[in-house]
């Protein structure tokens, strides 16, 4: 079988932005999605395990943070 296979995952966290200039805090949703023409032995794209310093980044990055100051246009 040939193709494009794709999953998808989607991250929450929670945090605020700024917009005009009142602040808005709320739980947002950061999504990857990745793609290959070929699947791993068991069936994958890839293990959703690959994934855990996606997570590790949002929550360093972008949790519970200002995303103006973080983010261009959030």
Do not use: Y
Not at 14 to 41: I, K, M, P
Request: no cysteine; net charge negative; charged share 25%.
């Amino acid at each position: 079988m040939s193709g494009l296979w794709r999953i998808g995952k989607k991250f929450r966290f929670e945090a605020t932005r700024e917009v005009d200039g009142r602040l808005d805090g709320r739980t947002f949703t950061a999504e990857v999605v990745l793609a290959s023409e070929t699947l791993s032995s068991p069936g994958f794209v890839v293990d959703f395990g690959v994934l855990a310093p996606v997570k590790k980044h949002i929550d360093a990055v972008l949790d519970h943070q200002l995303l103006n100051e973080v983010v261009p246009d959030p």
